[in-house]
């Protein structure tokens, strides 16, 4: 760890972003997960994204800002931090649920997991079910981050894992989360080898019941694409009711696409 205001006598301004970046996610996990004062975190939050601005200006300066987007392995609006959003710090400070199954668990999404993800997200079974149009695992790093920091702030996931590999195979979260509403939207993937074996309903089902119970969200919605009937068996197991089709939802791949619309409100939960 370095001092305050120091790094830039003894590193490049890029390895003074890198550390100072490294230097704030270590200071947000201690924040989030103790619930202290977030005034250490905001020194740093204001600090990286100085150095970053420097970095930025003499980028275009040097007419070289293909460096600068890349450099890091994030595009510019990923780069700005913040503190992180109330509902995430809600959600972080929640016990998970236990997965119900052997050998299965929940865990936060991990840098070393990107390359797994991302490589079941490119097999055409998969792919022809969600509207993602994932392009690299530097793609899927903006979902970790917008754990914590981004613009957005508005979705959380996890990994679920096989113990016996310690490697991710699925994950689930939430999205389009709203306080005010006591509302949100649950999404979720697995590994094909993974699939007809009732992982992803069951942990569906655990999930649901904690963010209603534990969370006290009203309403948690699903959508999913009209051709996605394994998706839908697990909503329906998990206790949501249809509520209509939404017609050219999505575009997905340039191609207008249908979606089924799911809720599941508190008071009415039904699942198993």
Request: with cysteine.
């Amino acid at each position: 760890m370095f001092s305050h205001g120091q790094d830039q006598d003894f590193y490049t301004n890029e390895e003074a972003i890198s550390l100072s970046y490294w230097h704030f996610l270590a200071v947000q996990h201690l924040v989030i997960n103790s619930g202290t004062q977030d005034t250490t975190l905001s020194i740093l939050i204001n600090r990286y994204n100085n150095l970053l601005e420097l970095d930025r200006e003499h980028s275009r300066k040097t007419n070289n800002m293909e460096k600068f987007h890349f450099s890091y392995g994030f595009t510019p609006h990923q780069h700005q931090l913040t503190t992180p959003a109330a509902a995430l710090k809600a959600f972080a400070s929640a016990q998970l649920p236990q997965t119900g199954i052997a050998n299965f668990a929940l865990r936060p999404i991990q840098i070393e997991d990107l390359v797994d993800w991302f490589d079941y997200l490119q097999q055409e079974t998969v792919k022809a079910l969600m509207s993602w149009d994932v392009k690299s695992p530097q793609d899927l790093q903006q979902f970790i981050q917008s754990q914590w920091y981004s613009p957005q702030q508005n979705q959380i996931k996890w990994a679920i894992t096989d113990q016996s590999l310690d490697r991710l195979i699925g994950t689930i979260g939430f999205h389009s989360i709203d306080l005010q509403n006591e509302s949100c939207e649950v999404a979720y993937d697995l590994n094909p080898t993974y699939w007809n074996r009732g992982i992803i309903t069951q942990i569906c089902q655990q999930m649901t019941a904690w963010a209603h119970q534990e969370m006290k969200f009203q309403r948690i919605a699903a959508s999913v694409m009209l051709e996605n009937h394994g998706s839908r068996r697990v909503l329906e197991k998990s206790g949501y009711n249809l509520e209509g089709v939404m017609r050219s939802y999505r575009k997905v791949r340039g191609i207008h696409r249908d979606y089924f619309l799911f809720s599941s409100l508190r008071n009415i939960h039904s699942a198993p």
